[in-house]
């Protein structure tokens, strides 16, 4: 019986600092053994500072899986009359679950990098990034100005940052 040894492309990844994490997907694109699973993984390194911008995953609930660090996270439960906003600090070996289309965050406020595993329930769980949904697709002014209460200099400013 011959042995055959495949990579999961999760070592030896390049970290960039920055204000976002360093995402690397893990699905049956590039890790066939995936295929029939209906799931997805993810490799999540922040460095210091970073984070991952309020998101939503419309396909699939997301766990995430502290593997070395602190990362403090945030989920909005809109199942309730108004938003309530669910915060926790996460440490190394600490498990969070964002259910399927609630928007959630994560930033690392440490000095150190970060490592998460996140799995998926769904093949593609897609992410909707809601500054860019917002702010990157040229929504008339009035509707956001109006939306969110404010100046049509702070609207512009928004939209000028690409984030995520």
């Not at 897609?126 to 969110?148: A, H, I, Q, Y």
Request: hydrophobic letters at 40%.
């Amino acid at each position: 019986m011959q042995l055959i040894q495949r990579r999961s492309g999760l070592r030896n990844i390049d970290v960039k600092q920055g204000q976002f994490a360093n995402v690397t997907n893990v699905n049956v694109n590039n890790f066939p053994a995936l295929s029939g699973f209906g799931v997805a993984n993810a490799l999540l390194v922040y460095p210091p500072g970073s984070m991952n911008v309020p998101h939503t995953h419309p396909r699939g609930t997301q766990t995430l899986f502290i593997l070395e660090g602190t990362l403090q996270v945030g989920l909005i439960d809109r199942t309730q009359p108004l938003p309530v906003l669910f915060a926790q600090t996460l440490y190394k070996d600490d498990i969070f679950v964002f259910p399927r289309g609630l928007v959630h965050f994560q930033i690392n406020k440490s000095k150190k990098n970060m490592r998460v595993y996140a799995s998926f329930s769904s093949t593609n769980p897609r992410l909707v990034s809601l500054p860019r949904t917002l702010f990157g697709v040229n929504v008339d002014e009035d509707v956001l100005t109006k939306s969110f209460e404010v100046s049509s200099d702070i609207i512009r400013k928004l939209s000028a940052v690409q984030p995520f």
